[in-house]
């Protein structure tokens, strides 16, 4: 199998995967937080139950169509670049993370028309696996892509 495919299969095993427990996560906290409360787990980080309807930390939350489509542009940007350098060795992990966490949050958009986060550290607004696996990949996509092959 050419490296190339092998990155697809890859990353799209990711996706799903990310995708999934963004999900199982998401309906674990509902389940047992209820909406506006917060519960201590760990010095300095509660669980929470709220509803983002903006992007990331809340910000352009009455522009709904704007939001759909700049995740649009910018997932479709990701995918030229990684249909280029699919066979870029490791690219296919932060890749399949950025979509399996863009894909999660999606679905709670179109199923609640916010997206549910639960994990609220002091001085940084609320968040989900979904959002943590879109930094960490898109930080991973910059790194390999200003890395020498």
């Known amino acids: 199998m ?8 890859l990353a799209l095993a990711t996706m799903g995967m990310v995708c999934a427990l963004d999900q199982l996560t998401k309906a674990w906290a509902v389940s047992v937080i209820d909406r506006g409360e917060e519960r201590n787990v760990f010095f300095g980080i509660d669980l929470v139950n ?6 990331a930390f809340g910000a352009l939350s009455d522009s709904g169509w704007v939001v759909l489509a700049a995740v649009g542009i910018a997932l479709v940007a990701l995918l030229l670049y990684f249909a280029a350098h699919a066979g870029r060795r ?3 992990l932060p890749v399949g993370m950025v979509f399996g966490g863009a894909l999660g949050n999606l679905a709670d958009r179109a199923r609640l028309h916010a997206v549910i986060d639960f994990i609220d550290p002091i001085a940084w607004p609320a968040f989900n696996l ?3 696996a879109i930094v960490v990949g898109v930080l991973g996509v910059l790194y390999l892509a200003e890395r020498p092959e």
């Open 90 to 92: 490791g690219l296919w």
């Open 50 to 55: 709220v509803r983002n309807k903006g992007v």
């Open 2 to 9: 050419s490296r190339r495919v092998r990155g697809w299969r």
């Open 130 to 132: 979904a959002d943590a």
